[in-house]
C-alpha cells in the first residue's frame, strides 16, 4: 500500500500544529477533508502517535543530532524527522529503508537539499540504535 501521500498529510498537520499549537481534532478534520479513507486513516494514526510520544521522540533527535536543538530546528525538518522516528520506533511492519525515503522525499519536496542529507543522517543513526537488526527483508543469508 503506498501510504506517501498519508504522510504528506501527517506532515502537514504536524507542521501546523507545532507552529500554532491549536485544536488538534479541529485541525485533522479539516486538513483530512477530502482524503481517501485509507490515506486519513495512516495521517490520523502517524498524527496522533507523533504527538503522543513528542518528547520520547524529541530525545532521540536530539541524541542522534549531534550539535543540533530540536527548538532550533527549521519546524519542517523537526516534524519530518519527528514524523520518521515515530514510524521506526512505532511501526515495525514498516521497513526502514521506506521510512527513511519517505522522510527524505518529504525535505526534498518541503525543505532544502542540505536537510535531505540532515534527515537522512539522523533518521539512519536513530535506526541503527531501535532497530539495530535492520531491515528483515533485506538481511542476508
Given at each position: 500500500?503506498?501510504?506517501?501521500?498519508?504522510?504528506?498529510?501527517?506532515?502537514?498537520?504536524?507542521?501546523?500544529?507545532?507552529?500554532?499549537?491549536?485544536?488538534?481534532?479541529?485541525?485533522?478534520?479539516?486538513?483530512?477533508?477530502?482524503?481517501?479513507?485509507?490515506?486519513?486513516?495512516?495521517?490520523?494514526?502517524?498524527?496522533?502517535?507523533?504527538?503522543?510520544?513528542?518528547?520520547?521522540?524529541?530525545?532521540?533527535?536530539?541524541?542522534?543530532?549531534?550539535?543540533?536543538?530540536?527548538?532550533?530546528?527549521?519546524?519542517?525538518?523537526?516534524?519530518?524527522?519527528?514524523?520518521?522516528?515515530?514510524?521506526?520506533?512505532?511501526?515495525?511492519?514498516?521497513?526502514?529503508?521506506?521510512?527513511?525515503?519517505?522522510?527524505?522525499?518529504?525535505?526534498?519536496?518541503?525543505?532544502?537539499?542540505?536537510?535531505?542529507?540532515?534527515v537522512n543522517g539522523v533518521l539512519g543513526t536513530i535506526a541503527e540504535k531501535l532497530r539495530p537488526e535492520g531491515d528483515t527483508d533485506r538481511r542476508?543469508?
Amino acid at each position: 500500500m503506498a501510504r506517501h501521500h498519508a504522510r504528506e498529510l501527517a506532515l502537514k498537520i504536524l507542521f501546523e500544529h507545532d507552529l500554532a499549537p491549536t485544536d488538534l481534532p479541529a485541525v485533522m478534520e479539516r486538513s483530512l477533508n477530502g482524503a481517501s479513507p485509507q490515506d486519513g486513516s495512516y495521517a490520523r494514526q502517524l498524527v496522533e502517535g507523533t504527538v503522543s510520544h513528542k518528547e520520547q521522540l524529541d530525545d532521540q533527535i536530539s541524541q542522534a543530532a549531534k550539535d543540533w536543538r530540536i527548538q532550533r530546528m527549521p519546524p519542517i525538518d523537526r516534524n519530518i524527522l519527528r514524523l520518521g522516528c515515530y514510524e521506526i520506533a512505532h511501526q515495525p511492519d514498516v521497513p526502514i529503508s521506506v521510512i527513511i525515503d519517505e522522510a527524505v522525499e518529504l525535505a526534498q519536496s518541503y525543505s532544502t537539499d542540505e536537510a535531505k542529507r540532515f534527515v537522512n543522517g539522523v533518521l539512519g543513526t536513530i535506526a541503527e540504535k531501535l532497530r539495530p537488526e535492520g531491515d528483515t527483508d533485506r538481511r542476508e543469508t
